[in-house]
């Protein structure tokens, strides 16, 4: 019999933290239209687990988008167990206005999720005009002096 104070301990360290982070930098969509975001994890989990994302009107080199120029965005991303990737749909809503590009800014806040931080945890979402082609955008950030 081995006396208690001897009995061997073994501890078991988790080197498997996985990161998250969107899998583009700047999302785009037209008026009218439907774009696809996504955020990934580069290690696959056994639990469900979750990420807030916070969203900003206002990103420099683009006009401020409205809240009613978009609808969709999550403001809660959950991974389920086993999935590496979870998307989301935002919509632009057609409306007549003459406008340049507007973008909103998505932020990942890992806070309280067991995940750090990936390469890209922010990322733009353009929206471009479909009322008149000769203001039309194509996403490019425009900054003016």
């Known amino acids: 019999v081995v006396p208690p104070s001897t009995n061997p301990m073994v501890t078991i360290i ?29 290690n696959q989990l056994d639990m469900e687990t979750s990420v807030t994302l ?5 990103v420099t080199g ?10 969709g965005v999550l403001t809660v991303v959950t991974f ?14 057609d409306d007549t206005e003459y406008e340049f590009d507007e973008a909103i800014k998505l932020t990942i ?10 390469t890209i945890t922010e990322a733009d979402v353009c929206i471009t005009d479909d009322d008149d082609p ?12």
Request: proline share 4%.
């Open 62 to 71: 683009y006009d401020d988008a409205e809240n009613d120029d978009y609808s």
């Open 109 to 118: 806040d890992t806070a309280g999720s067991g995940l750090n931080p990936g």
């Open 134 to 145: 000769k203001i039309r955008g194509n996403c490019t950030k425009v900054f003016e002096d």
């Open 80 to 93: 389920v167990p086993l999935n590496q990737m979870s998307c989301f749909n935002i919509t632009f809503p």
């Open 54 to 58: 916070s969203i900003s009107n206002s």
């Open 14 to 42: 988790d080197d498997e933290s996985s990161s998250v982070r969107f899998t583009e930098q700047t999302y785009s969509g037209e008026e009218g239209g439907v774009t696809e975001v996504c955020l990934v994890l580069n």
